[in-house]
């Protein structure tokens, strides 16, 4: 198994540099496979969504669509695919930050609530608002 650092992912989401989006897609469409999978950490993931959102403009629905394909691309087995699709879910209805329907989910699959001084996620994800 490899690991893809957020780099890759970007160039290969992007395609906004020749040769380095030519070597991830050369990784991730041939030498990758559902026996050979590649690893996308949760940290990687939300750097990649971060990435894709200030430095390209993705918005909420770009976004849910990058997520979903990574999900459902056998090739990759993403950290805690559970929770990022419902993640995934949460912040494809708007107005809330992809990190914070994480930490839901997270929780979520633990039973736990999160307390949060955010009052905006607090009111959109079910945070419980620490006053």
Not at 18 to 34: C, D, G, M, Y
Not at 109 to 122: E, G, K, L, P
Request: aromatic content about 6%.
């Amino acid at each position: 198994m490899l690991a893809l650092d957020t780099n890759v992912l970007v160039r290969y989401l992007a395609q906004d540099d020749a040769r380095q989006s030519a070597l991830a897609n050369r990784l991730i469409e041939t030498q990758l496979t559902p026996a050979e999978r590649g690893f996308i950490s949760l940290v990687a993931l939300l750097e990649t969504v971060w990435v894709m959102e200030s430095r390209y403009g993705a918005d909420a629905a770009t976004v849910h669509a990058i997520l979903t394909d990574l999900l459902d691309t056998a090739a990759f087995e993403v950290q805690e695919a559970q929770a990022v699709r419902a993640a995934a879910a949460l912040y494809a209805r708007g107005g809330v930050d992809l990190h914070d329907c994480l930490i839901v989910a997270l929780a979520a699959q633990r039973h736990a609530t999160v307390v949060s001084f955010d009052t905006r996620a607090a009111k959109r994800l079910g945070m419980q608002l620490l006053r």
